[in-house]
């Protein structure tokens, strides 16, 4: 192993040795080495396995949680264009479209060198996948009529990123869980290192280069209600994201980028997964209204996530989907028509919407609800029970006539409502993560307000701004996992490069 675990220093500057008896718990150990990762999700292993296969030899990754993964442990696929795999079944899907989406789509606020540097790299990084022994299942979209750019792995991303920290640990590299970066060794402008803590005590590992990746800021209830348009957006899949890495960088001089733009996903409740079967019956786009009793978007919305987001916050942040014991008969029998990732696909029965529905109701939190009337289904969901009634009416007027006279849904998505039980499901913003805090350039330097880069320091994945304008993009599916990946490939080749060992 090439780690240098070093002496344990006093505070004074006395030296003592690991063994030696009454250790203050102030004691601080330190170690040198040529790179240190922070954060060991899909970004950060992709980071160090590149940056030592770029000939780095003694890379340090440190993870604040016991397990290494973040939220990639629950990601499915990533996005690449021009990939072999794509060609291999005949999806085309040009560098150039996928370029000049990603840019539109931002209205050109999204940093334009450094979308043309992720697209560059992300065919080559599923061969290097590859190369790593990461399998690949197929290729798809994650929302109707996208290109073909969803890369989904064999095991899903959780295999993918174990299978890298393997070789990164077979190859010589140091994993060190409960190890939370703290701060950054600033030293007259250059970043020499990171101080962390390791079983409450100080650790302080001197580098040559660091790169960030904490995977954003989902659970700071400070950033989240400083930054976003609603603060109690539901975090799914993140704990501990409180935006360490973010702030780190700001603190040696990095500027803000991309603060506020939020992964959104489908509008939910804390503690459900996509695969839930009373969240998945609630997700599908038949009728939801707002928390005064009025329709609010046309409810297929919820199939592109980034704009079902936006529409929830905009009406308030409450969206109550009501159905019937007729459409629910029809979720158990023939199963759903909106699939949920690759957790439910399309056709699933809801077996299981019973059980859940009744553990959520005893719960007491008041997001699920059933009435043999509409009246007292109102009364439940403390909505007006005129316009609940108006609003019921006018949708089984659209269901009849086959045609949405309001916002022009898709009629094969126009149910009545008029068969009791009567269910009703409270859903509010949820997200998969934040998507930017610190400026970086198309290498993943962390850049300050004069656009000069920070002597090493790159920040990549989550923490890095510019792959997006103010809304996540989901025509490019999987960017963001392919963001973390190539984002972290790029740093770490170029901070192999600072450091001088590329090969
Ligand atoms: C249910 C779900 C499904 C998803 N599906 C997809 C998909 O199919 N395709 C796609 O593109 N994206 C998907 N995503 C998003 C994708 O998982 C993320 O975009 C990606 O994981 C981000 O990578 P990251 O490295 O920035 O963050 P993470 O993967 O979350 O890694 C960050 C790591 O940093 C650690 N950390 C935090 N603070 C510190 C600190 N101070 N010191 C040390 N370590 C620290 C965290 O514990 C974590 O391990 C999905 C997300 C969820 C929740």
Redesign the pocket.
Known sequence: MNIQVGRILLASGLALFAAAPFTPASAQKSMSVDLVV???????VSAARQAQMSGVKNVVL????PA?????N??????AAESSLQSQVGIVVTREHAFRTIMEYSHWKANPRLVRAFIDKSAESIEWMKQNGVAFKYVAA?TPGAPMT?H?FDGL?KKAVNTLAARFTENGGKILTK????SLINEKGTVLGVT?EQDGAPLEIRAKAVII????YANSKELMTKYTDYPDTIP???????G??IKMAWAAGAAKEGMGVL?T?RPGLPKY??NSHLMAAARQPYLWIDHNGFRFTDETIQSNWPFAGNALVKSGGTAISIFDADTRKFLETNGIEQPM?EYLHSGSKLMKFEEELQKEIATGNNKAFVANSLAELAQKIGVNPAVLEETITQNNTFAEQRADGQFFKSPKFLRPVKTPPFYAVKLHPTM??TLGGVRVNEKLQAVGENGMPIPGLYV????AGGMYGDTYDLLM????????VNS?RIAGENAAKYIGAAK
């Open positions: 922070v954060g060991a999700g899909g970004s950060g440190i993870e604040k949680q290494i993964g973040g939220t990639a629950f990601c499915e696929g990533m996005f994650t969803w989904v991303c190890t939370p970066g703290k962390a990746a904490t995977g954003g799914i899949g993140n704990i501990g994201k409180d360490d890495g992964q996903y997964l996509a990732g998969l993560g990549v994945g989550n923490d599916s999987g960017s963001t996992m392919g963001f973390a972290g």
